[in-house]
């Protein structure tokens, strides 16, 4: 591997997406502050271009790219909001794009994928191996793989965000990030501890989806089965190498939460903020409600990560069914 980034490249990745990402706005919630005793300030990526964060690291890392490697095009594998980046990404640079869905993948993410003008293969998350399906056809097509999360340009992209939300709020005492693959939690946790570094930083991931949590307690990666959680975007197995390195040296801890949990986030964003939030972009608030008790006046950073969820999937999490 080699040397790991820094934050002088997530400084660097902010002046790539300059024009291009928008700086999603923070957000306040009285109630929330109410309720849980400490001051929230919630950096809404689901108002991010294609929804959600993940556009900060597929356009830092694509507008890298070299003459030979931006006609040959690009190609990822994702659940859907990383498919979605990379396909916009690439249509603003003007080069193709190949990106491996899972068959269940919601249909507004396919849908909005392809409208992006991407191509889509599918494939069964639960049988295939969706790492060597797609490092076979990069080869064949000669596109150049960028990896959902375990990409130096990639995860000091999604590190922008919590880099804009310090400058805006000032310092924090506490920041609750999603963890799936660890991009979004290792890039906020390099601009967390350049701007605000008594900050604690928590990765909050389902707790079907536990390898994070597993693999700090352990020193080491490890492996799991794909979760069943409807967490679609954190349903990975396992971190890593450069996100496990820079989680396990700058994040104080990996908690986690159940499916109903998030619906109860989801349900207060809808109810009280009016914002529909993705169960994924759930995770953060949801942990950080959990640890409620700990933060009695504290200043409380949350990542909301994104919103891309099918409409009637949504309406059916939020009634109970």
């Known amino acids: 591997m080699t040397a790991l980034p820094t934050y002088d490249d997530v400084v660097a990745a902010a002046?790539?997406?300059?024009?291009?990402?928008?700086?999603?706005?923070?957000?306040?919630?009285?109630?929330?502050?109410?309720?849980?005793?400490?001051?929230?300030?919630?950096?809404?990526?689901?108002?991010?271009?294609?929804?959600?964060?993940?556009?900060?690291?597929?356009?830092?890392?694509?507008s890298r790219f070299d003459a030979a490697q931006r006609q040959a095009g690009a190609i990822a594998f994702s659940s859907g909001n990383h498919a979605q980046a990379v396909a916009l990404s690439a249509r603003l640079l003007g080069m193709p794009a190949l990106i491996l869905m899972p068959q269940d993948a919601p249909a507004a993410k396919l849908a909005a994928t392809r409208g992006y003008g991407a191509e889509v293969v599918l494939y069964d998350r639960f049988t295939e191996d969706r790492e060597a399906l797609t490092k076979r056809l990069a080869a064949e097509r000669g596109m150049t793989l960028i990896p959902p999360y375990d990409h130096p340009d990639?995860?000091?992209?999604?590190?922008?965000?919590?880099?804009?939300?310090?400058?805006?709020?000032?310092?924090?005492?506490?920041?609750?990030?999603?963890?799936?693959?660890?991009?979004?939690?290792?890039?906020?946790?390099?601009?967390?501890?350049?701007?605000?570094?008594?900050?604690?930083?928590?990765?909050?991931?389902?707790?079907?989806?536990?390898?994070?949590?597993?693999?700090?307690?352990?020193?080491?990666?490890?492996?799991?089965?794909?979760?069943?959680?409807?967490?679609?975007?954190?349903?990975?197995?396992?971190?890593?190498?450069?996100?496990?390195?820079?989680?396990?040296?700058?994040?104080?801890?990996?908690?986690?939460v159940s499916d109903a949990q998030l619906v109860d986030a989801m349900r207060f964003f809808a109810e009280r903020m009016k914002i529909v939030v993705e169960p994924t972009g759930g995770l953060a608030f949801a942990g950080a409600c959990q640890d409620a008790a700990t933060l009695p006046g504290a200043r409380v950073g949350v990542i909301v990560s994104g919103g891309n969820v099918d409409l009637a999937r949504y309406a059916a999490l939020l009634a109970g069914e």
């Not at 300059?18 to 108002?47: I, M, Y």
Request: hydrophobic share 40%.
């Open 15 to 62: 002046a790539r997406l300059e024009g291009h990402a928008h700086r999603t706005p923070v957000l306040r919630s009285a109630t929330a502050d109410a309720r849980w005793g400490a001051q929230f300030f919630f950096k809404c990526e689901n108002f991010q271009r294609m929804g959600a964060f993940k556009f900060r690291g597929a356009f830092n890392a694509l």
């Open 154 to 256: 990639v995860l000091t992209g999604q590190g922008t965000a919590v880099k804009e939300l310090i400058e805006e709020t000032g310092p924090l005492d506490a920041l609750y990030v999603c963890l799936g693959g660890g991009g979004l939690l290792s890039g906020s946790a390099l601009s967390a501890r350049a701007l605000s570094p008594d900050c604690k930083v928590y990765g909050i991931e389902p707790e079907a989806g536990n390898d994070g949590q597993q693999s700090l307690r352990a020193g080491r990666i490890v492996h799991i089965e794909t979760p069943r959680t409807i967490a679609d975007g954190a349903q990975t197995q396992h971190l890593g190498e450069h996100t496990f390195a820079i989680i396990r040296r700058d994040v104080d801890d990996i908690r986690t």
